[in-house]
């Protein structure tokens, strides 16, 4: 039941339902981008009942941590902030300090044992539940589907970031047996398209240019929905948006890459020449061991035909080293498929067990000098590799969709998603700028902007 006549609910541009009520809210997030973008949507809930942010949670009227378990030592952090704040909730009693995210989903008799100082346990994504703290939320609770996974400050006038994260579907129906996301976020729920849709065209009114869609399996979307519509036909929907410049997707999953995503994505204006795929191996027994039910071949053959698909794509993949049992020979197949396939960028990681998946129950019997060594070879590879890459690019124009300053440059990416920096006179931010490169790097490159920003 809406208390005041609604005005489209929260572009960014657009007034906030409730005039501030002089309460601040402090918000602390850790893990991944589903996690910002949740974080994100609790700060738009408080705005919208007239909280403003704070960054000093001594002065906050509601607490807010956002939790991760990817690893253990994520999770021993959000201990100790919880134990932390004890503190400041025996000085100030009446400050709510509410835990969600991933630490949640199924511990919440434990938690509430452990940290008896926490007055509110909620899953992921069950943002309803704040009410139980914010009772001006109750008013909220017709439109909080609508209510955008974004949050814009009042310092920017209202005016919003460039980019936004937009979660499409929570939960993961794959088991890798290195991983706690399916015992924590559940099974695949995917968003109906509806209110993917009209979130986007909200953000993109507000300003925002470009929008990355959300999910630890984003390309099994749809799936679990009735009207056999998938990932492919999102991309469309959100594709026709009028004033959407550029649209990106994470994390998929090599087994759910179907020839239609990859063609839908040559064929669209707006979906970025990027794909982040995740290996994790390069070695079949290894990948079977993970659980990953795919081979390398598959992840090549995923490689390949894209960039037969869209000449130029970037690709970004995933990478464990060190995972029980993983022989020498087995991480020089690692070694070699990313010589061979060569990405523009890897996330590397050593492995390290996590209690509650099933390869913790294996002996970690890598030696963390020897996982290191493995990190470091795959690292020295990579740089070699986007040096020469990079090297190529000198001269070339590319367009930049500006971000921001960093260290008094402005700085984009392309739609390659590589990092550009370079120096222009004029406000350039959210705008698109066809820079010429200049100066190269492994990481990142460097130019002088050529033409009108548009
Ligand atoms: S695909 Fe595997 S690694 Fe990714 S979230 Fe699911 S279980 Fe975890």
Redesign the pocket.
């Known amino acids: 039941m809406a208390s005041t006549p609604l005005i489209p609910l929260h572009p960014a541009t657009s007034p906030v339902r409730l005039a501030p009520n002089g309460k601040r809210f402090f918000i602390w997030t850790i893990g991944c981008q589903m996690n910002e973008a949740d974080s994100a949507k609790v700060a738009a809930m408080l705005q919208e009942v007239g909280y403003r942010r704070t960054e000093d949670e001594t002065a906050a009227d509601i607490v807010v941590l956002n939790s991760c378990v990817v690893r253990q030592a994520a999770e021993d952090k959000v201990a100790g902030k919880l134990n932390a704040l004890a503190k400041l909730k025996r000085a100030k009693p009446e400050v709510p300090l509410v835990l969600t995210g991933c630490m949640v989903t199924n511990q919440q008799e434990k938690l509430r044992e452990r940290f008896p100082h926490v007055d509110l346990f909620f899953d992921p994504s069950d943002f309803n539940q704040l009410q139980r703290v914010v009772p001006e939320l109750a008013d909220l609770e017709d439109d909080l589907a609508q209510l955008p996974h974004y949050y814009a400050p009042e310092a920017q006038g209202g005016r919003s970031g460039v980019t936004a994260f937009v979660p499409i579907i929570y939960g993961?129906?794959?088991?890798?047996s290195?991983?706690?996301?399916?015992y924590r976020?559940g099974k695949e729920t995917s968003r109906p398209m509806a209110d993917i849709v009209r979130e986007v065209t909200h953000l993109v009114d507000g300003g925002v240019r470009e929008v990355t869609l959300l999910g630890?399996?984003v390309n099994a979307y749809g799936h679990d929905l009735s009207d056999g519509r998938g990932l492919a036909d999102l991309l469309r929907a959100v594709d026709a948006i009028p004033g959407l410049e550029r649209l990106r997707f994470l994390?998929s999953?090599p087994k759910y890459m179907s020839d239609e995503i990859i063609d839908t994505m040559a064929e669209l204006r707006t979906t970025c020449e990027h794909m982040n795929l995740?290996v994790?191996a390069g070695d079949d027994e290894v990948l079977r061991r993970m659980?990953?039910t795919y081979t390398r071949d598959l992840w090549r053959e995923r490689i390949a035909y894209t960039r037969g698909k869209m000449p130029g794509v970037t690709i970004a993949t995933d990478v464990i080293v060190g995972f029980p049992g993983e022989t020498e020979a087995q991480f020089l197949q690692t070694y070699d498929l990313l010589q061979a396939v060569a990405c523009d960028k890897v996330h590397l990681a050593m492995y390290s067990p996590r209690p509650g998946t099933l390869s913790a129950r294996w002996a970690d019997d890598i030696p963390h000098e020897e996982k290191q060594r493995r990190h470091q070879e795959l690292e020295q590879l990579q740089e070699r590799l986007c040096t020469e890459r990079n090297a190529r690019r000198l001269g070339d124009t590319e367009e930049i969709l500006v971000e921001g300053m960093a260290k008094g440059r402005w700085t984009g990416r392309t739609r390659g998603n590589t990092l550009v920096h370079f120096d222009d006179e004029r406000d350039v931010l959210g705008k698109l700028v066809d820079v010429r490169i200049t100066r190269t790097t492994p990481w990142f490159l460097m130019g002088e902007p050529v033409g009108e920003p548009h």
């Open positions: 993961c129906n794959f088991l890798c290195y991983c706690i996301v399916p976020r630890q399996t994390t999953h995740p994790q659980r990953r």
